[in-house]
């Protein structure tokens, strides 16, 4: 799959950026690039081979250790919403993109 220049302006409109001329060729060159790979990573035949819970697996067994579901951070919802163009009820409000 290969992005077309108009594509990136597609993207950078619905995601609210104004992107210089240079930016969006560097960003189509980008997206571009990521797509190849991932293109390449699915001719890789994996059929008959079963998914790794860690990447570590394919050569020892791993436990895996969940951590704590814990907030390590202080709640900073006000002061990261002063420059969000609107907010309401502490949630950001954003123009509907879906139709």
Known sequence: MAL????IA???HLARL???SDESERMLTQLNGFFGIVDKMQAVDTSGIAPL???VAAIQEVQ??????VAS?????EANQQ???AVERGLFLVPKVIE
């Open 4 to 7: 077309t220049p108009q594509d």
């Open 10 to 12: 597609r993207i950078a």
């Open 18 to 20: 104004e992107l210089s």
């Open 53 to 55: 819970p860690h990447p």
């Open 64 to 69: 895996l250790r969940l951590a704590e579901d």
């Open 73 to 77: 951070e202080p709640n900073q919802r």
């Open 83 to 85: 420059s969000a163009p």
